[in-house]
């Protein structure tokens, strides 16, 4: 009865086409509202690296200013380290499994051919972030130990640069030039942009930007002083004694980004302590003079410090949900107007042998095919709103797609709003007394 | 086949009780056929309905084919009403964007039949009125005699052993009204049972059987020229 039923919806729905667009119409600019919000705050709440989300900690250490108000829990602390702490855990025998240091950064990559030069962002970092976080390679790997060690003119370059500069080739054992200086090319990853950046959450809108192009060693973007772009904060100025870059790299500024793969919680802890003790024994030479604040946070723990998901998202939601009961109520007007309008056909049916229930079945399928079409332009509407608010945004380029699995939630919400819009006008339609009915059809 | 015994039917309003129904008794023989006739109001179309299990009595007992029905729940009422019983209206009730087939095929659905069965079914009844070339017509596309013709193919696909027809000519020149009455009487002789509500005392004269109903009653009216049957005093007429 299902494909009959189907048919009968697609007959009743041409039959009035007005009044059906506008049950269409309103369920689509409730669904797509509600969508292009959900979708933002889906993506936005989503784990970038759910294998091993709870293995990976970032490292908050609290060496601010003594007069700032006390610290209640990792959101009070700079989410960044100073380049001093990071260098000095970085190369410290810690707990940690694995550890990286980084921060972001930039250069102008210098094409071989008649290409004009380009500004490129750059993650200068150590071998170890492609394993921690588990990056895939097109070609080749990632660098080595020795390389970071030996301050290495080597590079892993993404795959749409590897497009741009080498035409998707192999680029691995060529060079690329970056600012005046040729990089040996190690490794190519393939399309990888975990979302929200997790790695890079700063509290700026960079936790969603793009994954960098160019990956180098550490030490190698230190030797080029190439200064950090990204969220950058200082309580107390340099030292004007030393150089210029040099005393930013030994100032209290905060800058870099520094993470621990801590696969057990006996670890996570003996690395809280080390940390704590890494503290206890800088206060000794002066520095962090406020209270022990030591924080690790998983990455989801890293979202929620961060707000990576803003209460304003939270609260766009929640309104947009409230607007799509508005349209699902307006529905349910519609639809009672729609099926009260059926009284003749439905007599007819009844006399004919057809029950409540089969009525009851025949409209819900009907009202379920008006929610899939709703859903439809929903879609269409929410895929419009994506765009609007990739171009209000920077940043946000990552949130704004739509997938099948957004598809599909669409449509089902539809149909599920369209279902629970329709089923008091299908209830009344089938409970309708057929008598009175036909005599006046 | 069809009893009913002291069915009254009362419409209640806040304000108003009014009885369309007063304790009818009427027995119909299968095969029968059967004219009813009366005023408007009268309670004819009453009758038809709760004949038809479209309505329920609010007393009395009504059975056909033996069986109480008068207090079964609807999914019960509907199957029989799907099995037993073909409805036939005045304005034809037919489905403006189905063709003709699909039509017919209406109560074949609730039947349960496989898709070969009910293709069969329509278009043996689709030539049986003689429509059977013009199963994708609409109903629009016909005239007022051809789409009662079909509304009688969709009355008959189920094979229904009986058949209520509420002014079935109504809305008929006489040439096309007599077509219809013939298409009835062809069915009647073929063994299904028929109750036809009319106004027109010719069309009542060519049944069996004449039944006037008036403020609620029912009586058995002989057989006799028009202007007796039209003038013939209830209070007068036997309950039957």
């Known amino acids: ?441 | 086949m069809l009893e009913m015994s002291q069915i009254s039917k009362v419409y209640r309003t806040e304000l108003v009780e009014t009885h369309a129904l007063r304790e009818l008794d009427l027995h119909v023989e299968e095969g029968e056929f059967v004219a009813v006739t009366g005023p408007s109001g009268s309670g004819k179309t009453t009758f038809l309905n709760i004949a038809g299990l479209l309505e329920s009595p609010s007393s009395g007992i009504y059975r056909l084919d033996g069986e109480d029905v008068s207090t079964l729940n609807d999914a019960r009422r509907s199957r029989i009403r799907n099995q037993k019983v073909g409805f036939i209206f005045q304005s034809f009730n037919l489905i403006p964007d189905l063709n003709l087939a699909d039509n017919v095929d209406v109560p074949l659905r609730y039947r349960g039949w496989s898709g070969a069965e009910r293709r069969r079914a329509v278009g043996d009844m689709l030539d049986r009125v003689g429509l059977g070339s013009r199963s994708n017509y609409l109903p629009s596309q016909l005239s007022g005699g051809q789409q009662q013709r079909v509304a009688i193919a969709r009355a008959l696909a189920g094979k229904p052993r009986f058949l209520l027809a509420d002014e079935p000519t109504g809305n008929l020149d006489s040439e096309m009204a007599d077509a219809v009455m013939g298409l009835l009487e062809d069915i009647n002789a073929e063994g299904t049972t028929i109750v036809m509500v009319t106004h027109d005392p010719d069309l009542a004269r060519r049944a069996h059987r004449n039944i006037h109903i008036l403020d609620g009653h029912a009586s058995d009216v002989p057989l006799a020229p028009v202007a007796e049957i039209a003038a013939f005093p209830a209070q007068e007429a036997a309950r039957v």
């Open chain 1, 1 to 441: 009865m299902f494909s009959y039923y189907l048919r009968l919806a697609w007959a009743s729905i041409r039959r009035t086409p007005i009044l059906s667009a506008l049950m269409v119409l309103a369920l689509g600019l409730g669904i797509g509202a509600f969508m292009t919000t959900f979708t933002v705050y889906y993506l936005m709440s989503g784990n970038p690296i759910p294998h091993k989300s709870d293995v990976l900690f970032s490292v908050q250490l609290d060496n601010w200013d003594p007069n700032e108000p006390p610290t209640e829990s990792a959101r009070d602390v700079q989410p960044q380290l100073t380049y001093r702490d990071g260098t000095a855990l970085m190369l410290a025998e810690t707990p940690a499994r694995r550890q990286v240091h980084m921060y972001g950064t930039g250069a102008i990559v210098v094409p071989e051919d008649e290409t004009p030069p380009f500004d490129e962002s750059v993650r200068a970092t150590w071998y170890t972030f492609f394993e921690m976080f588990d990056v895939p390679f097109l070609y080749g790997g990632p660098w080595t130990l020795d390389d970071d060690e030996a301050r290495a003119s080597v590079a892993v370059i993404g795959r749409e640069l590897n497009d741009t500069l080498f035409n998707g080739e192999n680029s691995v054992g060529r060079s690329i030039q970056l600012d005046d200086q040729f990089y040996h090319v190690v490794g190519v990853i393939d399309h990888w942009q975990p979302v929200p950046r997790f790695y890079h959450a700063d509290g700026t809108y960079r936790a969603l930007a793009d994954t960098e192009q160019v990956f180098v060693p550490m030490n190698r973007a230190i030797d080029a002083q190439w200064g950090p772009r990204g969220n950058t904060n200082c309580w107390k100025m340099p030292d004007e004694n030393l150089p210029l870059f040099e005393g930013f790299l030994q100032s209290e500024c905060v800058f870099t980004q520094f993470w621990a793969e801590l696969d057990s919680p006996e670890r996570a802890g003996a690395y809280k302590d080390y940390l704590d003790n890494y503290v206890r024994g800088q206060k000794e030479i002066g520095r962090f003079e406020r209270p022990l604040n030591t924080f690790i946070s998983d990455v989801m723990e890293w979202m929620d410090v961060n707000e990576i998901v803003q209460n304003d998202n939270r609260v766009l939601v929640r309104l947009s949900f409230l607007f799509l009961l508005v349209c699902v109520l307006n529905t349910v007007g519609l639809l009672m107007a729609k099926f009260m309008g059926k009284g003749g056909e439905v007599a007819l049916r009844r006399a004919m042998g057809a029950s409540r229930q089969h009525v009851f079945q025949q409209n819900l399928v009907e009202v379920g095919l008006i929610g899939v079409l709703g859903g439809l332009a929903g879609t269409g509407l929410a895929w419009l709103g994506l765009r609007a608010v990739e171009s209000l945004y920077r940043g946000y380029q990552h949130l704004v797609h739509l997938d099948l699995a957004m598809l599909l939630t669409a449509v089902s919400v539809a149909t599920a709003a369209a279902i629970l819009a329709g089923l008091y006008p299908v209830w009344r339609v089938s409970r309708l007394a057929p008598a009175g009915l036909l005599k006046t059809q």
